[in-house]
């Protein structure tokens, strides 16, 4: 069992920057971790994953060169670090751990436990 909490939500205005980070309580090593997002209305859309063994990145490419995950892997912590914010990134940001694959993916059903969510409010 993984359990996750997010923190680094708020408010920001567009070119701004935020930091989510997930703490997660559990075995993670062989599995991905990932920031997945929904806006009022829409699905969740995967935003990056880290494969926690080999460090390895994805990126969608609406976040890719403006976003960045890493994890620490002495704290279980992944972070993202978001740069050059648009009002469009605007939603609610989960954390989520797969079951333990392969390689790095953001395929959804790959992942199976999810955290509580943080609000990233982006404002033009």
């Known amino acids: 069992q993984v359990q996750l909490a997010e923190s680094g939500g708020g408010s920001v205005q567009a070119g701004g920057s935020l930091r989510l980070s997930c703490t997660a309580s559990?075995?993670?090593?062989?599995?991905?971790l990932a920031w997945f997002r929904q806006a009022p209305g829409m699905q969740r859309e995967g935003v990056a994953a880290?494969?926690?063994?080999?460090?390895?990145?994805y990126y969608d490419e609406s976040v890719e060169g403006r976003f960045t995950i890493s994890q620490d892997n002495g704290k279980n912590t992944v972070y993202l670090q978001m740069n050059s914010l648009k009002p469009e990134d605007t939603a609610m940001y989960f954390c989520?751990?797969?079951?333990?694959?392969?390689?790095?993916?953001?395929?959804?059903?790959?992942?199976?436990?999810w955290g509580q969510g943080t609000q990233v409010t982006v404002s033009s």
């Open positions: 880290i494969f926690t063994e080999s460090g390895a990145t």
């Open positions: 989520a751990a797969s079951k333990q694959v392969a390689g790095v993916t953001l395929w959804e059903p790959e992942y199976r436990y």
């Open positions: 559990g075995y993670t090593y062989g599995s991905n």
